[in-house]
């Protein structure tokens, strides 16, 4: 073999069906250097057209890697002398790993190469299902993204123009590169949050009447909009704050709050405190993927305080709400009722 297994790796997390183990190494790697940023991103963006179709055929493929395991061993060669010391010996295997995924990148590269030279904006949708585990995103200009359970996540390959724009239905925690030239932002409905670089949390589900973004670090400027989508109000935001946008009444509202409950979902915990009962089963529904249904009015608005996890089961759930015993539950399909006695 004249590979290291990174490009094994690559795929798997382009595929995403990479162990946390894996991604934990994918990530050890990716942060390395930037000329192994540089690299995924261009592996992801050829990887995306291949899978349109464009694949060299086997004999290209075949002769592409005898030329390439070639080089690599030549340049292997060469590196020998910095294996000697530990310091050296982490720079070389870097190396290995980025000459790799260079061969995996040239195997496929070929099947691209006839394509137009005009520049399009190519848009990738990334969608994660109920239940699932918070999903890594590696945007093209180094930030990150983590996507939340029954979330959709949209954004161009390679950002090109003034600004940086991806757009959100439902929640997010943002890692944004530094860039003072070109702004990121994310659009959710009747929302856009405008930063440079900096970390905040975004729930922003189009079901949902209201939109809450939490700023963790940086500044970032707010704008909200009413439903004919028209310029609202623009608001700055500080480190600490959480801004509560509700959508049918085009009204926003900014309170100092310790951010560190908001992003526990990353764990797999929602935390809330004295928030109505109509809040919580929407929340909690989306993440495990079953309707919760409270046909009593003054029941829903109800206040609790408390946590749950991601890994528990609706009958779970719905036995923790019912710990004064106020309800009977019904579970038809994916829908749980929860009835007033």
């Known amino acids: 073999m004249c590979i290291t297994g990174i490009d094994d790796l690559l795929i798997r997390v382009l595929d995403r069906r990479q162990t946390d183990e894996e991604l934990q190494s994918f990530l050890d790697w990716y942060h390395t250097s930037e000329e192994n940023k540089q690299l995924f991103f261009q592996l992801k963006d050829i990887y995306e057209r291949r899978k349109g179709g464009l694949y060299p055929d086997e004999h290209s493929i075949s002769a ?64 994660t299902a109920p239940r699932s585990e918070p999903y890594p995103v590696l945007l093209s200009d180094g930030s990150t993204v983590l996507l939340n359970a029954s979330s959709r996540l949209k954004y161009s390959e390679k950002f090109k123009g003034e600004s940086r724009e991806v757009y959100l239905d439902g929640e997010a ?50 704008l909200t909009y009413n439903s004919s989508h028209q310029l609202n109000e623009e608001i700055e935001m500080l480190p600490n704050q959480q801004l509560f946008f509700d959508k049918q009444r085009n009204d926003a509202s900014l309170s100092r709050i310790d951010p560190s409950e908001t992003v526990t979902w990353m764990s797999g915990v929602y935390s809330f405190r004295d928030a109505p009962l109509e809040e919580i089963t929407r929340r909690l529904g989306k ?40 309800f009977r539950t019904e579970l038809r399909n994916d829908t749980l009722f929860l009835l007033k006695r």
Request: charged share 25%.
């Open 64 to 127: 592409s890697w005898g030329r390439l395991c070639h080089k690599m061993e030549r340049q292997q060669a060469t590196s020998t002398q910095l294996r000697r010391s530990k310091q050296s010996n982490r720079r070389s295997r870097t190396a290995i790993w980025a000459m790799a995924a260079a061969v995996f990148l040239a195997l496929i590269v070929s099947g691209v190469l006839f394509l137009t030279g005009r520049e399009e904006v190519r848009w990738v949708e990334v969608e």
């Open 173 to 222: 925690f943002f890692t944004v590169a530094s860039d003072k030239r070109r702004a990121f932002i994310v659009h959710t409905e009747q929302q856009d949050v405008r930063v440079l670089g900096t970390q905040f949390n975004v729930q922003g589900y189009s079901s949902d009447p209201h939109t809450i973004t939490t700023l963790i670090t940086g500044k970032v400027k707010l």
């Open 287 to 326: 993440v495990i993927g079953v309707a919760f249904i409270v046909p009593d009015e003054l029941a829903r608005e109800e206040k609790y305080t408390g946590k749950f996890f991601s890994n528990q089961s609706s009958e779970e759930i719905a036995a923790v709400l019912n710990f004064k015993g106020q």
